[in-house]
């Protein structure tokens, strides 16, 4: 079952901060991050496991909440760069085969403006 | 540095037809796979391959066939293109990983496969 990605879609303006949230239904174990410009391919952002702390960059960051089945990506004064897609991924186990088939949310379409 | 290799880039079928895509990775990954995207729809998994000569179904298979007769390659085949499989086609390969974080990689991405079928 897909997780759920909210919003659908937001509209900053530089220097801005934004949440986007992934929720399931499912027990997680953890959690990946990509963002998609358009016409590009995803790229990884980062990965966070169940019991395990948050993490990211110093603009870029995430947490998940075991107890909620849910992760958050915060992105803190924004940046025109930051503007694509964002998807969060699910695993449902921390080995074999539900570890590395990820389960992904519908996106997050996040547009940055001057 | 290649990364994932996705060929072609673009198509155009007739309802009916066959065709196969290739996706080649040079990082010497153990998994790799096969999604569509549709818009509004995120990233479903068609097939997966956790090594050599292993296939698995993902979420949508029906339609596809693939093959891993090398590590570094993955085919995507259809056998007889529908409307329906307009959609434009990613292939990522992780690595393995070890302990804890077995399976739990990153997926890289090839740059995607346009697909129309008139």
């Known amino acids: 079952q897909q997780p759920v990605q909210s919003p659908q879609a937001v509209i900053l303006r530089e220097g801005e901060d934004a949440v986007i949230n992934c929720s399931s239904s499912?027990?997680?174990?953890?959690v990946h991050w990509y963002r998609q410009k358009h016409g590009e391919a995803p790229v990884f952002l980062m990965i966070l496991l169940k019991g395990g702390e948050q993490k990211g960059h110093e603009k870029i960051s995430a947490s998940f909440n075991e107890k909620k089945q849910q992760s958050s990506l915060y992105l803190t004064a924004s940046q025109l760069s930051y503007s694509g897609t964002y998807f969060c991924?699910?695993?449902?186990?921390?080995?074999?085969?539900?570890?590395?088939?990820?389960?992904f949310g519908k996106g997050t379409k996040l547009s940055v403006i001057p | 540095n290649a990364g994932v290799t996705q060929t072609p880039k673009f198509r155009v079928l007739k309802t009916g037809q066959s065709m196969t895509l290739l996706c080649a990775q040079d990082m010497n990954h153990e998994y790799m796979y096969w999604y569509r995207q549709d818009p509004g729809m995120g990233l479903r998994l068609i097939h997966y391959?956790?090594?050599?000569?292993?296939?698995a179904k993902g979420e949508v298979p029906d339609g596809y066939n693939v093959s891993r007769l090398k590590k570094q390659n993955f085919l995507l085949g259809l056998e007889s293109a529908a409307p329906s499989q307009t959609s434009v086609y990613f292939c990522?390969?992780?690595?393995?990983?070890?302990?804890?974080?077995?399976?739990?990689?990153?997926?890289?991405f090839g740059d995607g496969t346009r697909l129309s079928i008139l």
């Open positions: 499912k027990a997680l174990y953890s």
């Open positions: 990522a390969s992780s690595y393995l990983g070890t302990g804890v974080l077995s399976g739990n990689q990153p997926q890289h």
């Open positions: 991924g699910t695993a449902s186990s921390y080995s074999g085969a539900g570890s590395y088939q990820l389960t």
């Open positions: 391959s956790v090594g050599e000569g292993t296939t």
